[in-house]
């Protein structure tokens, strides 16, 4: 393991976001509290989805877990398709790092700004509902695992497309449809036996719905069994990502 190459690549990336952190942390923030305000504001006296819980405290979960996962998305797709179309990919390509270590970078990295968008979106949601975390391990877990199978999809979304307008399919018919369509607004129960269905298909659905565990100790499946399956997708996801950088598809050219 080449610690200080792992090192170095992984604080450039994080080094990479920071810079503009206006526009990758307090956009997505800003984003995220409009959600809030308007959906909670035309809802709240008409909705409770859960006994004893408002619907501004069900939504703010959801939303924290759909910002984090689209910016660790956007984090490591982003830095990929940057660095291709500007021809500096052959830089990182031709320096001692194996195929692990630049997956590693750019996952931890990518993790490393959904954490940061989620505890920030976190502290400005406290000024809406109180939010105490009963299982802080389980919204940890969550949290590192959703916004890591995100950032490898990222490598993978970076990786395959040649040009921007390629990304942003990868993004706007994918990413946003299964992050809206998770279980964000609604619980899966006020749906029809069709549609519950066909969100249990939805891994998205899982991330959001244990990280409403996490915040209110109540969800719409088990917690187990949805980091169970995010686990899963998440070793699937790595291991297409790893095997993409090990082949040098579209990368090696």
Do not use: C
């Amino acid at each position: 393991m080449n610690w200080r190459g792992f090192y170095t690549l992984f604080a450039k990336e994080v080094w990479r976001f920071m810079k503009v952190a206006v526009q990758t942390v307090l956009t997505p923030v800003v984003t995220a509290v409009l959600y809030l305000v308007v959906f909670a504001h035309v809802l709240e006296e008409h909705v409770q989805v859960y006994p004893g819980v408002t619907y501004t405290a069900f939504l703010i979960p959801g939303l924290i877990m759909m910002s984090v996962i689209q910016n660790a998305f956007a984090n490591s797709s982003s830095s990929l398709i940057q660095s291709k179309m500007n021809g500096n990919i052959v830089f990182v390509l031709l320096a001692p790092i194996s195929s692990l270590e630049f997956y590693l970078a750019f996952v931890l990295a990518a993790i490393a700004r959904g954490v940061m968008v989620g505890v920030v979106l976190y502290a400005v949601a406290l000024g809406f509902a109180d939010l105490p975390v009963p299982h802080l391990g389980m919204l940890l877990a969550f949290g590192v695992l959703g916004s890591g199978l995100l950032g490898a999809l990222g490598l993978i979304g970076g990786i395959w497309a040649d040009k921007y307008d390629q990304l942003a399919a990868f993004q706007n018919f994918l990413i946003l449809p299964l992050s809206f369509l998770s279980g964000v607004f609604y619980s899966l129960y006020s749906l029809s036996p069709f549609w519950q269905t066909v969100s249990r298909f939805n891994p998205f659905f899982y991330m959001i719905d244990g990280v409403r565990y996490g915040f209110l100790g109540v969800s719409d499946v088990s917690p187990y069994q949805s980091l169970w399956i995010i686990s899963l997708f998440f070793i699937a996801i790595s291991v297409v990502a790893w095997f993409m950088i090990e082949r040098g598809y579209k990368l090696r050219r």
